[in-house]
Structure formats: C-alpha cells, structure tokens
C-alpha cells in the first residue's frame, strides 16, 4: 500500500526567507507525485506534478519540488516566501496501477513579516 | 481557466436524513472522483468515477454512499441516512482524457455538518 509521510505538521518563516516542506513516499511501484496548496476557506489547487523527466520540476507561485527516487522524497521548495503563500500544502501520490491519489497529512506554512 | 464547481458550499443537516452533494467536473474531463477531509485530518479518497461506472472506491464508500452522473454534465455523491461521523468536507475532483496520471482539478469543496 502507499502511503505518505509530511513530517512537518506546521513551518513558521519569515517573509522573504527560503522554505522547504517535507515530503515522503512509500511505494512497490512508479508513482506520480503532486503538491496541492490549500489556502483559508479553499479547495486544493495543483501546485506542481511530476510524472516523468526531469526530476526537478517547478509550478505555480515560484515552488518547485525535486523528485529522489533512492530516498522516495519529493519536497517543495521555494526561494523566497510571501505573506500571501500562507496556506496549508498537501503532498500526494499516485499509483501507476490506481485512481486514487493518497494524501500526506499536509503542512501548514505560516509566513510571518 | 475551466474549473470544477461545487454546490451547495456549506450543508447543515439532521442525522439520519439523506443528503446530495452536487458537482460540475470541467465538461472535457473523463475521470470523476469524490475525496473528504474531516476537520483536522487528512484528505481520504471515496471513489472514482469513469465510463459512468465506479472503477474503484475506499473503505469508507459502503452502501451508506452512491454516486451518479445523471446528465452528462452534473456528477453527485448521494449519503443515505446520514450519521454525525459524515460531517467533513466533502471535495470533487475531475481528471483529463490523457490518462489516469493526468492531475485531478478539486472544487472549492461542501461543508457538510450533521445534526
């Protein structure tokens, strides 16, 4: 079964601070992988995918995420934080074999002036 | 940019009653799904929705749940004789035809509140 693990349940920075949300994944076989964002009161937006290719892929808002297969990682990162990138981020998996995308219990990033 | 609609945005509702919560999927897309989020955890899959069948479905989906796209362009989540543990956001997503990898687009979600 997969499963996956973002250890950080809260990462308070300051703005204009570099961030890195951590993502795990556990898997027996290829996997596609996701990053949604979440802000107040919204559904999930994409942030970012990987599916194959290169293994550093960048999304919306300035993030981009590097896929390590030897480690089952996927974190998002991002250079320089805004305020308005509050929100709690999600990271998922989805199984070559299945529909279902598999959630982490997502991060809460709180940008603080 | 196309998105997935969803209605109503907040249910309140007595135990035991039946509810229907509506979604409209991006009107190219193939794949339908239902996920929820009950308030402090994580978001959980119920069932997926292709070729106007259930193709796979949680745990969580017994027979309390049904789904259905009754005219091509609605896809709703039916919970029967609701109970308090259903409260949680409900959330719709819909994938494209370029497979089953393609991302899934989510609506802004129900929140469905029992009695």
């Known amino acids: 079964a997969q499963s996956v693990t973002q250890l950080d349940s809260q990462v308070p920075v300051f703005e204009e601070a570099p961030v890195e949300l951590r993502c795990n994944y556990s898997s027996s076989v290829s996997v596609y992988l996701f990053w949604y964002v979440q802000y107040p009161n919204q559904g999930l937006q994409l942030l970012l995918k990987?599916?194959?290719?290169?293994?550093l892929v960048k999304g919306i808002n300035g993030f981009e995420a590097e896929f390590n297969k030897s480690q089952t990682s996927f974190h998002l990162r991002k250079p320089s934080v805004h305020i308005s990138d509050t929100a709690e981020y999600f990271c998922?998996?989805?199984?070559?074999?299945?529909?279902?995308?598999?959630f982490g219990t997502g991060t809460r990033l709180l940008v603080s002036p | 940019e196309p998105e997935v609609t969803q209605t109503p945005s907040h249910q309140v509702t007595q135990m035991g009653q039946e509810v229907i919560l509506r979604c409209v999927p991006i009107s190219n897309h193939l794949y339908f799904y239902w996920y929820r989020q009950i308030l402090g955890q994580k978001v959980e899959f119920l069932v997926s929705?292709?070729?106007?069948?259930?193709?796979?479905k949680s745990e969580i989906f017994d027979d309390q749940f049904s789904v259905e796209r009754p005219d091509g362009s609605n896809f709703t989540l039916k919970i029967r004789s609701t109970k308090l543990e259903d409260s949680a956001m409900y959330f719709c997503?819909?994938?494209?035809?370029?497979?089953?990898?393609?991302?899934?687009?989510f609506g802004d979600g129900t929140r469905l509140s029992i009695l």
């Open positions: 990987y599916l194959s290719g290169s293994t």
């Open positions: 997503a819909s994938g494209g035809g370029g497979g089953r990898n393609q991302p899934q687009h």
């Open positions: 998922a998996v989805l199984n070559t074999g299945f529909q279902k995308l598999v």
């Open positions: 929705f292709y070729n106007n069948e259930i193709s796979e």
